[in-house]
């Protein structure tokens, strides 16, 4: 009898493989990563994530030059390095052989794409450095125990890729991408049926489907769906996950994706300043080391966001319409003000507290109570905000777009920008954004520079 050369699920489920490759119908049916043993795979052994960080090597480093294909023609480079890192340590010094952490990675594109997120991607989102950024110690390790986030993160990493390189990887992107869909899927219906402890990894993979939208331009609202689902799953994770530091982590990005989001959709701040106020009060309960990867430089002012757009835009549209600004919502864009203008940089990274302290100022603009139509503007009575617009000219001067903490700065300016009246204020603010979009090659970047232009179109 022939001996068997079914993938490694099959054989370890003792089941039929059709020996289909790159995936045999088995895997693809149950939503298995389909993986092979042959002479350059080793079986894959499950590791505990805590484990994975305490690993210690000293493997020589791969320079990551050789891991980019030289052109879209040239076959997908060879992947053959290993990721296991101990917080604070330079996880470039110990990268070689990822077959060794998941079989799946063996594979050229795959390995790939894994390799691309560990020297980029992971620190395209991240004002962390590599020592300290929790996409490298807190999430590589869980997308090795888990095949729905491994696929989840082999996506945005290749979304990653293609705004900034060829398209030699689009179909290996879009396929990670469809197994994330499936194996969340099967994975929302094991959660239904009382499987509560796989609410924190379901979080984790909406979060992920999310920021690879928002990176590629989402026009159809995916990225909404998915943070929709994020909304009705974490309550549980946090009731459920036995990891303060991996909830800490998912806590941290949704409270940034919400904090933000009055001001991209249509769903009233009252629905989200409630979420945003739980889930900040519970990052800074159970704070952890590696806490900050998007809202460190300053966590207070983040908390006031929605609170703030809401009191601006019913200040508006009063202002708008001719009448007085009732008593309550002034009180209330008083009290706001107060605590916005009162605050005090909150880290003693440089670059940190000057993109804190850009927040602030685009928090002041908000809050500020001069009309915005033609007449105040030949009236001049747009002299604030212009005092505020320059202010945040000078820190970005101050600020080299090469630093970290521009991942975060597409919000501020977009709301700075959309009161800049200068020609030359316009001009730095369209340049800033233009040089972090060819940095980071988020698409929604690009999209921001093309609605203030149109917003300085209409007001030209």
Request: proline share 5%.
């Given at each position: 009898m022939r001996r068997s050369n079914g993938c490694i699920p099959c054989k370890v489920r003792r089941k039929k493989c059709d020996e289909a490759k790159p995936s045999c119908a088995a895997c693809i049916r149950n939503h298995l990563i389909c993986a092979w043993n042959d002479s350059s795979t080793r079986a894959h052994k499950c590791t505990a994530p805590a484990t994975v960080l305490r690993?210690?090597?000293?493997?020589?480093?791969?320079?990551?030059a050789r891991l980019l294909p030289q052109s879209q023609h040239r076959p997908y480079?060879?992947?053959?390095?290993?990721?296991?890192?101990?917080?604070g340590e330079d996880p470039h010094s110990v990268v070689q052989g990822l077959g060794s952490l998941h079989p799946q990675l063996s594979r050229d594109q795959t390995g790939f794409l894994y390799s691309f997120f560990l020297h980029k991607a992971a620190q395209a989102i991240s004002i962390r450095d590599k020592a300290s950024n929790p996409f490298l110690h807190v999430l590589a390790p869980v997308a090795m125990q888990s095949d729905m986030v491994l696929h989840s993160l082999l996506a945005f990493s290749g979304v990653i890729y293609l705004q900034s390189?060829?398209?030699a990887v689009a179909h290996a992107v879009w396929e990670q991408y469809a197994q994330a869909l499936r194996s969340l899927k099967h994975n929302l219906?094991?959660?239904?049926?009382?499987?509560?402890?796989?609410?924190?990894?379901?979080?984790?993979?909406?979060?992920?489907?999310?920021?690879?939208?928002v990176s590629y331009g989402d026009t159809h609202?995916?990225?909404?769906?998915?943070?929709?689902?994020?909304?009705?799953?974490?309550?549980?994770?946090?009731?459920?996950?036995?990891s303060t530091t991996l909830f800490c982590f998912a806590a941290e990005i949704y409270s940034y994706i919400m904090a933000l989001l009055p001001t991209s959709s249509a769903e009233p701040p009252q629905h989200i300043i409630g979420d945003v106020r739980f889930f900040f009060r519970a990052i800074a309960q159970h704070r952890t080391p590696l806490v900050g990867v998007l809202c460190g430089s300053a966590f207070s002012l983040f908390q006031l966001i929605p609170d703030v757009y809401e009191v601006s835009t019913a200040v508006h549209d009063t202002i708008h319409d001719g009448h007085t600004v009732p008593i309550d919502i002034f009180l209330s864009r008083q009290h706001l003000h107060s605590i916005v203008q009162s605050w005090a940089p909150e880290t003693d990274d440089i670059d940190g507290a000057r993109s804190g302290l850009i927040y602030q100022l685009a928090l002041l603009a908000l809050l500020d109570m001069s009309p915005t139509d033609d007449q105040a503007i030949r009236e001049g009575s747009l002299s604030y905000r212009r005092q505020?617009?320059?202010?945040?000219?000078?820190?970005?001067?101050?600020?080299?777009?090469?630093?970290?903490?521009?991942?975060?700065?597409?919000?501020?300016?977009?709301?700075?920008?959309?009161?800049?009246q200068d020609a030359q204020h316009r001009e730095f603010i369209r340049d800033y954004l233009s040089r972090m979009a060819a940095k980071y090659n988020h698409a929604n970047m690009y999209q921001t520079i093309d609605l203030l232009q149109l917003i300085w179109n209409v007001r030209t």
């Open positions: 690993g210690r090597t000293t493997r020589d480093y791969i320079p990551y480079p060879q992947a053959t390095t290993e990721f296991t890192i101990t917080p390189y060829s398209q219906t094991r959660y239904a049926q009382g499987r509560k402890d796989l609410a924190i990894l379901l979080l984790v993979t909406c979060l992920l489907l999310c920021a690879s939208e609202d995916h990225a909404f769906r998915h943070l929709e689902a994020a909304q009705n799953l974490i309550s549980v994770a946090g009731a459920h996950c036995s505020l617009i320059a202010e945040t000219i000078q820190l970005l001067r101050l600020l080299p777009v090469e630093s970290n903490h521009t991942t975060v700065l597409c919000w501020p300016l977009a709301v700075l920008g959309r009161y800049a």
